[in-house]
């Protein structure tokens, strides 16, 4: 059973080898590249629902490609690299990637960080109304389309399941273990610099002063909450 395409994208033809035969034999489909153009050539040439992407590659690096790719696709981006510090995090994150994994990494690790930037929260009716309007932001769950002013405003699916959460819980503080399982799954809770990245694009996204939000506000040493 084909779970999902993969593109490896990594410098060393060890590492895409081990990768391409793990997946494999979990059931999905890979495909690899050794630099980042050859990756965004094939990702434009084929349609893939995550991508495995080297941080530290020569000439065009895992950075670098990252942004390229997010200027036209929001698919799934898994950055791997030997840097551990939260500023190699956070610098991962704010160009654009789902997920950060430090080499070296074990096969569940590796096996959990898929799952979760592939994992899409299904849409729930039950769980509030499908379209949403407040002030000049409006949020339509059932097409997975926001607009603000008018304007569409395109968001990755992990930007989408968190400002989602956000507002099907309105005007009540979210704590950050719980936005965290409830849109990277139950392996989550202490990543908080994940927040920190996501929170800050999505506010340059829908609020007319990110520094000074409308919509999404800091619950200090709690989390995050949707105002309505």
């Not at 074990?106 to 769980?127: F, G, I, K, M, Y």
Request: with cysteine; charged share 30%.
């Amino acid at each position: 059973m084909n779970q999902g395409r993969i593109l490896v994208v990594d410098d060393d033809p060890q590492i895409r080898r081990v990768l391409r035969t793990t997946l494999v034999l979990e059931g999905y489909e890979v495909a690899d590249a050794r630099s980042g153009q050859e990756a965004i050539e094939k990702f434009r040439e084929g349609k893939y629902d995550l991508i495995l992407l080297d941080m530290n590659m020569p000439e065009m690096d895992g950075i670098a490609t990252c942004r390229e790719i997010r200027s036209f696709s929001d698919v799934g981006i898994v950055m791997l690299t030997i840097r551990d510090t939260e500023k190699d995090k956070v610098t991962a994150l704010d160009a654009g990637a789902d997920d950060y994994v430090t080499k070296p990494f074990s096969t569940p690790e590796l096996l959990a960080r898929v799952r979760a930037a592939l994992r899409r929260v299904p849409n729930n009716p039950e769980a509030g109304p499908q379209l949403i309007k407040s002030g000049d932001l409006e949020v339509d769950f059932q097409a997975r389309r926001i607009r603000l002013r008018g304007n569409t405003i395109r968001l990755t699916p992990k930007e989408f399941e968190l400002l989602r959460y956000l507002i099907q819980h309105p005007n009540v503080p979210v704590s950050h273990m719980k936005l965290l399982q409830a849109v990277w799954g139950p392996d989550y809770g202490e990543e908080v610099e994940y927040l920190r990245v996501f929170i800050n694009q999505l506010r340059k996204k829908i609020e007319t002063d990110p520094s000074n939000p409308q919509f999404i506000l800091t619950e200090p040493w709690v989390g995050y909450r949707f105002s309505m």
